[in-house]
């Protein structure tokens, strides 16, 4: 169960939205009740809106394909009128993976599918570099079975693909509701696979503002009750639309059908579970890119000085609050001392006082770089109120130019966590990370 450190579930981008809309990319994705757009390489417009920051921001214009009916859908023997009605809702909150009411999804679930949705992407594709939440990796449940909103687990990323990029994301659930009629607006293509499988395509973009973004979707219905969507953007996070999608129609239908992405399909074994989360902290750091962390990570393979851990120390990515540092969590797993270790990295750092005001000690070594160390004792409970004593040690680490390297070990008793001379031996590993 967890504690009172937020988890993961509201650490990145835990929001479940339903009605077959999805974020992705940063943008919602809609035009899901439109007609689809025969073109899907317009080049996006150069023009941008500016706004006053003084100024009271103008409501969004938002334009999106009208629709046609009555029309013929290919695979479907008749079509449905569009509603005219448009839901979108969310749910936010805290999560966990070992969720009761889904008896079908866990943490190790989570990282199952993740590991199948990767292998089926195509070979030319590359995740683009992010935080966990933003790799691929599904997150907790939200939201009761019998709740309007939620009720499935998701997967987002970037994409690049040759000169172009765009985003990913996937949804899966367990339903036992029919495979819905065609609907005029919410699908071009209905195809009836070989493994009982119906899988609805659609193409469609959304101009906001006059920039428009392109989408590309699948919507499985699986024979062992699995629905999954898979929704591809012409929009990396943070980015204007390329004007292109990377993914075509065929390769989201591998996708949707893919051997480990369904609730019934077997856990491999020696599947691991998900990394606990991860958070740099500082208020700010620049941002330290994809080329920074392959320094820091080859620097850190081997640090750990014979301990242990379920997964391999050097794999640094963004935190999960978006301050621009770099971090990672670890389990240790050494034989009678199992503990969590923290290693995060920031830049533009002040130095600190040489004498810490929240107690530890520290000293400057002789090119400057000021080494604080600090142990700490507190009593935690869960939500099923189980109390713990948890026994925390820390090394801060920050240098001239402002790099400042946080590893914390914790441990629950009657373990103890990593000496502190291993913890600085970890932190000295990385050098500075200012060019």
């Known amino acids: 169960m967890p504690d009172k450190t937020p988890t993961r579930a509201i650490t990145g981008w835990t929001v479940a939205l339903w009605s077959f809309t999805a974020v992705a990319g940063g943008v919602i994705v809609g035009g899901l009740l439109h007609e689809p757009e025969p073109e899907l390489t317009t080049a996006p417009p150069t023009a941008a809106v500016s706004v006053t920051p003084e100024a009271e921001l103008p ?8 629709v046609t009916f009555p029309t013929q859908i290919p695979g479907c023997s008749s079509v449905e009128a569009p509603s005219s009605d448009e839901t979108y809702g969310a749910v936010f909150g805290p999560g966990e993976y070992d969720n009761p009411a889904y008896p079908w999804f866990s943490g190790r679930k989570a990282v199952a599918m993740s590991t199948a949705l990767r292998a089926a992407l195509p070979t030319d594709v590359t995740v683009g570099f992010g935080s966990p939440d933003r790799s691929l ?20 990323a970037d994409l690049r693909r040759g000169a172009g990029a765009g ?39 959304e101009e906001l503002d006059g920039i428009r973004t392109l989408s590309r979707s699948a919507q499985a219905y699986r024979p062992d009750g699995s629905r999954i969507m898979v929704i591809s953007t ?38 691991i579970e998900p990394p606990p989360p991860c958070h740099v902290r500082v208020d700010n750091s620049p941002t330290l890119d994809e080329a920074v962390a392959a320094r820091v990570n080859a620097a850190l393979a081997g640090a750990l000085d014979g301990n242990s851990t379920d997964r391999p120390l050097g794999d640094m990515r963004p935190d999960d609050f978006g ?32 004498e810490p005001e929240h107690g530890g000690s520290a000293r400057t070594s002789a090119d ?68």
């Open 368 to 435: 400057g770089t000021v080494i604080e160390t600090r142990e700490d004792y507190f009593t935690t409970a869960d939500q099923s109120g189980r109390t713990a004593e948890e026994f925390v040690r820390t090394v801060v680490l920050t240098k001239l130019d402002g790099t400042r390297i946080d590893v914390t070990c914790r441990a629950e008793r009657p373990s103890s966590p990593m000496p502190f001379e291993q913890l600085e031996k970890i932190a000295l590993a990385p050098g500075s990370v200012t060019p």
């Open 323 to 354: 301050r621009g540092g770099l971090c990672q969590t670890v389990r240790v797993t050494t034989p009678g001392q199992p503990s969590t270790l923290t290693v995060s990295i920031a830049a533009g750092q002040p130095m600190p006082n040489t």
């Open 137 to 156: 990796l599904f997150e907790p449940i939200l939201g009761e079975p019998d709740s309007p909103f939620g009720g499935f687990t998701g997967a987002g």
């Open 234 to 271: 012409d929009a990396p996070s943070g980015s204007m639309p390329t004007g292109t999608v990377p993914l075509t129609k065929d390769e989201l239908v591998a996708i949707v059908l893919a051997d480990g992405l369904g609730v019934g399909d077997p856990i491999p074994p020696g599947t």
């Open 59 to 66: 409501t969004p214009v938002r334009v999106r394909p009208s």
């Open 167 to 205: 985003s990913l994301w996937v949804t899966v659930e367990q339903s036992e509701e029919p495979v819905p009629a065609c609907t005029a607006g919410w699908l071009d293509e209905r195809r009836t696979m070989p493994d009982g499988s119906t899988v609805d395509l659609h193409d469609t973009w």
